[in-house]
């Protein structure tokens, strides 16, 4: 994989761009576009039981479609924080949040290098983030993640995800390599091997589903931080913190 920067650069010309591509990019990136990319999300204060009390970080937010449509329903009492690498990301979401009555912090940041002291949150998401990611950055980003999250703070990662044939995922590969130079696509257990190496005590597939578009197979890891005075043996009271519908 190239530099970070080298890939921030693409990333931002293809965003600017008045390509066919980089126009889906950037309406998939909105509120609306969040009904048919992000469907599961979409029931993310059910499925994890968000409290207004809980600090939220959104890392790889692109224009902070669902930071904004979680925040409408939850009444957070700090407002949530997205960041993204991409200048022109965040420009539409300031954009986007001009018109919104929702409060939404942003912040230009990579994800591999969290501009946050630790224990900041208690939840942390982060959507089609990991793909830009080659195996060192990936376990950084991970590490950074646990770093960041409080203790019993819950993380949920998703990604596209290979399909079990090889042609397929060629062509999955090239048609997200517009603004997307060789996305590394992994499976769920990847990252939940990558999850318990980079030491968190809960890692587990969220199965997160339906996907409604792209038609390209999602991979989707809930983990945890265990909760202050937490040891092995009670590893079975982690299960209280999963999605509801696990």
């Known amino acids: 994989m190239r530099a970070e920067a080298e890939r921030g650069r693409e990333y931002e010309r293809w965003l600017r761009g008045r390509s066919l591509s980089g126009a889906a990019i950037r309406w998939a990136m909105s509120a609306p576009g969040q009904w048919l990319v992000n469907s599961p999300l ?4 059910e499925e994890l039981r968000v ?3 809980q600090r939220w970080l959104d890392v790889g937010c692109g224009r902070g479609g669902l930071l904004r449509l979680i925040a409408a329903r939850v009444p957070f ?3 949530p924080v997205g960041v993204d690498f991409s200048e022109q990301a965040l420009r539409l979401a300031r954009h986007d949040l001009g018109g919104s009555p929702a409060r939404v912090g942003l912040a230009r940041a990579s994800a591999t290098a969290l501009p946050f002291a630790g224990d900041s949150f208690e939840l942390v998401t982060a959507g089609y983030v990991l793909k830009h990611l080659d195996d060192a950055e990936l376990a950084t980003t991970l590490a950074e993640v ?7 703070g819950l993380a949920l990662l998703w990604e596209f995800a290979p399909s079990g044939s090889a042609r397929l995922d060629r062509w999955n590969e090239r048609w997200l390599s517009p603004g997307v130079r060789e996305p590394r696509l992994r499976s769920t257990q990847a990252l939940v091997a990558a999850g318990r190496g980079a030491g968190f005590e809960l890692a587990r597939p969220a199965r997160l589903r339906p996907f409604l578009l792209p038609p390209i197979p999602r991979a989707s890891v809930l983990l945890g931080r265990a909760p202050e005075g937490w040891r092995a043996a009670e590893a079975g009271a982690a299960a209280t913190l999963v999605p509801s519908g696990e």
Do not use: F, I, S
């Not at 979409?42 to 204060?45: A, G």
């Open 146 to 152: 646990r770093r960041v999250l409080a203790p019993g």
């Open 51 to 53: 409290q207004p009390e």
């Open 77 to 79: 009492v700090q407002a």
């Open 42 to 45: 979409l029931r993310l204060p």
